[in-house]
């Protein structure tokens, strides 16, 4: 028996809990038409979960998969950040390479508690948000072989040694041209996918976060986005944090979904969650805007292995 036909899978209303966990005003007509088509084999993946290892996020890793659980999140993926992230002296802001081994062997034993029935109530993921820096790839390839990994996923936080999402140093966006600086951005973006390294780009267009955004049109950019991750065959994850941003929408754009649906490019869920309330917010608007583009499906994995599972 395949775990998508476990009851819990058939029988859960992943629609109903997030109603009832998350009282998302102004969102009646997207309930009630999210509400005609929730079938109940709906499988949602949250695959981006913090923990306090990167020294800015709260809670126990068994409170974020209890809070999954509670959501009836199908599969939920740990995804800490990377060893090598650039971080200026005296800043901490991902584990070391001890901690990560630590942190391996807290997930190892999440699985074995939650997951190693088939009637478990959820499935654990061990990822990495590996930190895209295009100097630092040695310290990449260490890492692909190093652990049974079920996902990698690629991520710019850095344009050369400036943190573009730190909230300590935004000051720089004033100092910069932004459709400059978004061409920059993007076109690292391309160079992370078509290294060929990673399963899932995340929150793709973060360069936005604190709301700077270039005058033009970036539909253009998006259509180009989109062609270069098709062909890279890369998975795109759909991150709902940039909601609770400056930015206000999620990574990526309502208009850059749109574009990477029309390539067919595949989209993965999640929450970059830094408190186990923040696992799974906003996915039952993420889900009912995927499936308004026509996105009937997202990408589950299991050791590097992917699968289409039915939103
Ligand atoms: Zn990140
Ligand atoms: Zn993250």
Not at 27 to 41: D, I, L, W
Not at 108 to 114: I, M, N
Not at 138 to 159: C, E
Request: charged share 30%.
């Amino acid at each position: 028996m395949s775990f998508l036909d476990r009851p819990l899978y058939r029988d859960v209303r992943f629609v109903d809990r997030l109603r009832s966990l998350h009282s998302e005003p102004n969102e009646g007509a997207v309930e009630r038409s999210r509400e005609k088509r929730s079938g109940p084999h709906a499988v949602l993946v949250d695959y981006h979960i913090h923990t306090p290892l990167c020294a800015h996020a709260e809670g126990e890793p068994a409170e974020y998969v209890e809070r999954a659980i509670a959501l009836g999140i199908a599969e939920i993926g740990f995804c800490e950040h990377s060893p090598w992230k650039i971080q200026r002296p005296g800043e901490k802001l991902a584990p070391d390479d001890e901690e990560f081994a630590q942190l391996v062997r807290t997930v190892a034993s999440l699985q074995h508690r939650y997951g190693e029935t088939p009637s478990g109530p959820i499935r654990v993921r061990l990822s990495i948000e590996m930190d895209y820096v295009p100097d630092r790839l040695d310290r990449v390839r260490d890492y692909l072989d190093k652990y049974p990994w079920d996902y990698l996923v690629g991520s710019i936080h850095h344009l050369d040694q400036w943190g573009i999402d730190h909230p300590d140093y935004v000051a720089e966006y004033e100092r910069r041209d932004i459709a400059k600086l978004y061409e920059e951005y993007f076109a690292t973006v391309g160079d992370l996918a078509e290294t060929g390294l990673f399963d899932v780009v995340g929150h793709v267009d973060v360069i936005k976060k604190f709301g700077y955004r270039p005058a033009c049109d970036l539909r253009p950019l998006y259509r180009h986005m989109a062609s270069v991750f098709r062909r890279a065959d890369v998975v795109v994850e759909l991150n709902t944090s940039g909601r609770d941003k400056e930015a206000g929408e999620f990574y990526p754009a309502p208009s850059f979904m749109a574009a990477l649906a029309a390539e067919k490019v595949p989209f993965t869920l999640g929450s970059d969650a830094h408190h186990p309330n923040e696992v799974g917010r906003h996915f039952a608007e993420a889900r009912a805007m995927l499936l308004d583009l026509g996105v009937g499906e997202i990408v589950a994995f299991e050791k590097r292995r992917r699968r289409f599972v039915p939103l």
